[in-house]
């Protein structure tokens, strides 16, 4: 099987506060021992509620920050360990799509300059032959040439999310990372966007990883998944497994509160109560034992594995069947 992100034991720590008397400092444990690989070709699914650690391990997957420990296996090398060049060409390689298309896009930027400079700094083209490919990468994403000249504050929210899909294709990468791409559009635009990644994938074989909370979007796109919960992933399941059979209690949770547009539809729901850990001093054991209806004793002692419950689905809880 051919991987092409592979992440292991993958962490990361922010300090806060510089300690006081001699104390240590505090830290929040934003992403906290995860592993997954992503196959080519494959959209793989990162979702749970908001402040999880989708986004920093997104960043993590593309050293916009550094980790504490762990590492990020990318085509067969060490992220970690790249060099300042090294590092360039693993940018070419793979890009990212940001969550809110207002503030990803330079203001002062035309559209030929934001989709055109990834050309300039990989040395792909430049001065003619970069605007016939910047119009090209417009009309993919369902723009017009004729948009290049404007700048961003003459486009709509869904344009503007195009534009920074533009610009992500612009490097030619194999890997792209989807960061909340349809959040902060209306329901009529997700659709639009969600349908034309799918084609923009097939056609030019790109691997995605989705970021999202949204399991209707999740479902729409995803190959396989893996649900965080409070800095862990609680759950690896092929798509389809993972809608139909959740595993893990907080992903029973995450499903059942799902609004289902049968209103002679009823199911079952698990009701969680309480609010998710703080990460500066998250519960021991399992992170979700404090609100499941499920726990045992050993759960707020023992930290659970990922292990196989049924073929493509691994869940971290030993209680569960």
Excluded at 27 to 54: M, P
Excluded at 242 to 256: E, K, N, V, W
């Amino acid at each position: 099987m051919s991987y092409l992100v592979e992440v292991e034991e993958l962490t990361k720590y922010f300090q806060i506060g510089t300690g006081f008397l001699g104390r240590r400092p505090e830290s929040i444990h934003a992403v906290d021992h995860i592993s997954f690989n992503v196959r080519r070709g494959q959209t793989f699914g990162l979702v749970g509620e908001s402040a999880c650690g989708k986004t920093t391990t997104a960043k993590l997957l593309l050293r916009l920050i550094q980790p504490t420990s762990g590492s990020v296996i990318f085509d067969g090398i060490d992220v970690f360990k790249l060099s300042k060049k090294e590092l360039r060409e693993l940018r070419r390689r793979a890009q990212i799509v940001f969550q809110d298309p207002y503030s990803s896009l330079n203001p002062r930027l035309t559209v030929r300059k934001t989709i055109g400079t990834p050309l300039k700094i990989h040395g792909i083209a430049s001065g003619h032959e970069a605007d016939l490919i910047v119009g090209k990468l417009l009309e993919r994403v369902g723009l017009e040439r004729e948009h290049m000249n404007r700048f961003p504050h003459e486009f709509s929210g869904g344009q503007r999310q195009r534009i920074g899909i533009a610009r992500a294709l612009a490097a030619e990468p194999d890997f792209i990372i989807l960061d909340e791409p349809t959040s902060e559009l209306d329901v009529a635009v997700q659709a639009q966007i969600l349908n034309d990644l799918v084609g923009i994938q097939s056609s030019l074989n790109l691997t995605f990883l989705l970021i999202s909370h949204n399991l209707a979007v999740i479902r729409h796109m995803c190959d396989v998944v893996a649900v965080m919960y409070a800095g862990r992933i609680v759950e690896i399941a092929d798509a389809d497994k993972l809608f139909s059979s959740p595993g893990h209690p907080y992903t029973r949770a995450l499903m059942s509160a799902v609004p289902v547009p049968d209103p002679a539809f009823r199911r079952s729901k698990l009701v969680v109560t309480g609010e998710p850990p703080s990460l500066v001093k998250p519960p021991s054991g399992c992170r979700f034992h404090p609100r499941c209806p499920y726990s045992i004793a050993s759960c707020s002692v023992n930290e659970p594995s990922l292990l196989e419950k049924s073929p493509g689905q691994f869940v971290a809880c030993p209680v569960v069947n």
